[in-house]
């Protein structure tokens, strides 16, 4: 990957919190906003959710999702301009005391410290979203696809 792309990959996934989680809901797509961390050194994409929220029963139903993350807009630049990755993988439920929970939860708690009450709520869990394929765009003509070992070693450069 260019350097200039991957400037802009690391911009935009460190910058921005709030990513739009396409899944299948009654057999019909169904798009949804939630906030999203993720694990240092790797690919995933935590997700902190409630159950009461039709993307969490569409997860455990159909774990193949999509997840969204866009650039804002930026006056002078064409929505088509804007930087932005696709990330079509699977939703992994992490339940409290199996591998992986603890991690998620740090990552999520230090990138959404306020965020800390909603864990006692039993209704909330976590979910790992694990890239199968990654498409960034930044810009026109700066399309690419990526995979999840190319995404984390991008991510885990300085």
Do not use: C, K, N, W
Not at 20 to 48: C, K, N, Q, W
Not at 51 to 79: F, I, K, R
Not at 90 to 115: I, M
Not at 138 to 149: D, H, Y
């Amino acid at each position: 990957m260019e350097p200039d792309h991957a400037r802009i990959l690391r911009d935009l996934l460190f910058t921005q919190q709030v990513a739009a989680l396409g899944t299948l809901h009654a057999g019909e797509p169904y798009v949804s906003m939630v906030p999203f961390a993720r694990l240092p050194g790797g690919t995933d994409f935590i997700i902190h959710v409630s159950q009461l929220a039709a993307h969490t029963t569409d997860m455990l139903a159909h774990p193949p999702v999509s997840l969204l993350v866009v650039a804002p807009p930026t006056p002078g630049v064409m929505a088509q301009e804007l930087a932005r990755i696709t990330v079509q993988g699977e939703a992994v439920q992490l339940a409290a005391g199996t591998p992986g929970h603890a991690a998620a939860r740090a990552a999520y708690l230090a990138r959404f410290p306020q965020s800390a009450q909603m864990f006692g709520f039993a209704d909330f869990s976590l979910f790992a979203i694990v890239p199968r394929s990654i498409r960034f765009v930044g810009g026109f003509a700066r399309a690419t696809t990526l995979s999840p070992e190319t995404l984390a070693r991008v991510l885990g450069e300085t």
